[in-house]
């Protein structure tokens, strides 16, 4: 979150109000591995949330479509005060609440692992859309007491931390949607109609199914696009998602991200 916001903690959320900030270079010292007593602790009653890469990437890891996945993994909680639908991980019905993906082993889908597992023990928070500024990242440390590797092996910063969890290689895809979550469209409150938002939801999580909508539809006919990109997104899903992100700043907030064709036909169905 940048220095420039007037008041940064009043609209943290909730749960970050109290952790401690983590600066361009400051250290801290963590680990977790199998050895310690906690391990997988962490992996129960928690609210997971999941970005579009990783949605994608746990439906090929398990072989399923990204709809399927998302029916039988998945919850979206709706309130007022969500400007845009969220996607949960769906715990199991158990007394702990475990993950669906943890085993005595650790997590049987570790190559895969959601974003905010690789980012803990830090969380990261975004500011509220601004006009004429670019969203900065505020970096926090979580200090947990069920958690017992802090203080033990070697020291990290938030760069080293991101590298060693393969942050960084994911960090263009999901810089696409930072740009749209964080767009100044929604600056004042603004949120989508019902329509818009099945249309965000569509983009970003049901993977699949915007491919039948670029592909079953007019869509490319509606559109200049070019042939090798095209053919790029009929089996390329990182190229599609990118192209998903594109298309939603065109679709919700009129950029001129896509360029409609002269002799364009009706719109078809919408994602």
């Not at 393969?166 to 999901?174: C, F, I, K, W, Y």
């Amino acid at each position: 979150m940048s220095s420039k916001i007037a008041n940064p903690v009043s609209e943290l959320p909730y749960p970050l109000r109290d952790k401690r900030t983590l600066e361009a270079g400051q250290q801290f010292r963590f680990a977790c591995h199998p050895g310690l007593d906690c391990f997988t602790d962490c992996c129960a009653n928690v609210n997971i949330l999941l970005t579009p890469l990783d949605v994608l990437q746990l439906s090929r890891r398990l072989g399923l479509e990204t709809g399927d996945f998302l029916r039988r993994h998945t919850l979206t909680p709706f309130t007022k005060e969500l400007q845009l639908p969220v996607v949960v991980l769906k715990m199991n019905d158990d007394e702990k609440k475990t993950c669906p993906f943890v085993g005595d082993q650790g997590c049987t889908v570790y190559q895969a692992r959601p974003w905010s597992c690789r980012m803990y023990p830090l969380a990261m928070a975004l500011p509220p859309a601004r006009a004429g500024q670019e969203p900065e990242p505020m970096y926090f440390l979580f200090e947990d007491d069920f958690c017992h590797g802090h203080g033990q092996g070697q020291d990290w910063t938030v760069e080293s931390w991101q590298a060693n969890q393969g942050l960084a290689e994911r960090d263009h895809l999901e810089e696409g949607f930072r740009r749209v979550v964080t767009h100044p469209w929604f600056i004042g409150g603004r949120q989508l109609d019902i329509r818009r938002m099945d249309m965000f939801y569509t983009a970003c999580y049901d993977l699949d199914a915007f491919r039948r909508f670029v592909f079953d539809t007019t869509f490319l006919k509606r559109f200049e696009m070019e042939d090798e990109l095209i053919e790029k997104l009929r089996s390329d899903d990182e190229e599609l998602l990118q192209f998903a992100f594109r298309w939603l700043r065109f679709a919700l907030f009129a950029e001129p991200t896509m360029q409609v064709r002269p002799d364009a036909p009706a719109s078809g169905r919408n994602p």
